[in-house]
């Protein structure tokens, strides 16, 4: 619990598939930057955000220049953190973390897996007004394979118990590929709840977005002095990328 309990904190986090629909069949990164800043958020996660090389120049299939992170914070979250993840063909993305709050310092850690995508999870730390500590904040995107998401949630379970003080806020959000809803048991023991499943009894379904059938993404919370699920409307978010994304309203 913070040691100034009064401030209120909206965060938001979504997979944005680079920018393209499920697919792949369309560029909506300008549908997805209003969607985004209708949700009035204060911390965005994002996970699948191309960074510089990965959206280096225009093109008629993508017309955004520069990196997507920058696009989507663009007047509206003065700071903002990128981990690159993955590069292929000269493009890279990763996790990115939107904040309307100073983010003091920030790092990504790298918890690929041989065999499988690159993952990370990028830690930022967060300076909120009236707030002794700082809220740590990590954006998380784990592997397709259980096997693999075992040892990312260790690695996970090891970085907060380094870097995070036990009484400081702190909010793990992304998606976590977590079909079979087994790392709850690896993160309850840390102090961490996952705001849908403690407010509806389940885990917010996510993917695929137009169809929301699996419960892939999760906002975890710990230190703060209460968090309740913001729902979100189906449109525009349904036609906008394969996963469909998720709020919360935090009180610190």
Not at 31 to 37: H, S, T
Request: with cysteine.
């Amino acid at each position: 619990m913070s040691s100034q309990p009064g401030q209120h904190l909206r965060v938001l986090t979504v997979n944005i598939h680079k920018g393209y629909t499920a697919f792949n069949r369309r560029f909506v990164l300008q549908e997805l930057r209003e969607a985004v800043r209708a949700v009035r958020s204060d911390l965005v996660f994002l996970q699948e955000v191309a960074g510089v090389d990965g959206a280096a120049s225009q093109t008629r299939r993508q017309p955004i220049a520069g990196a997507h992170y920058e696009y989507l914070a663009d007047q509206i979250w003065s700071d903002h953190a990128y981990g690159r993840n993955a590069v292929a063909d000269g493009h890279d993305h990763g996790n990115a973390l939107l904040s309307r709050h100073p983010i003091l310092r920030y790092r990504n850690h790298d918890v690929s897996v041989p065999g499988d995508e690159p993952r990370g999870l990028l830690h930022c730390t967060v300076q909120l007004d009236g707030i002794e500590q700082p809220l740590h904040g990590v954006c998380v995107h784990l592997g397709l394979l259980e096997r693999h998401r075992r040892r990312q949630l260790d690695q996970l379970v090891a970085l907060l118990e380094a870097e995070v003080p036990p009484h400081a806020p702190l909010v793990v959000a992304g998606d976590f590929n977590d079909w079979r809803s087994q790392a709850d048991r690896v993160l309850l023991s840390t102090g961490l709840q996952e705001v849908f499943r403690g407010s509806d009894g389940r885990h917010a379904r996510s993917f695929p977005a137009r169809w929301p059938l699996l419960p892939l993404d999760r906002i975890y919370v710990r230190g703060v002095v209460a968090a309740r699920p913001l729902p979100l409307p189906r449109r525009p978010w349904a036609t906008l990328s394969d996963h469909a994304p998720l709020a919360a309203d935090i009180h610190l």
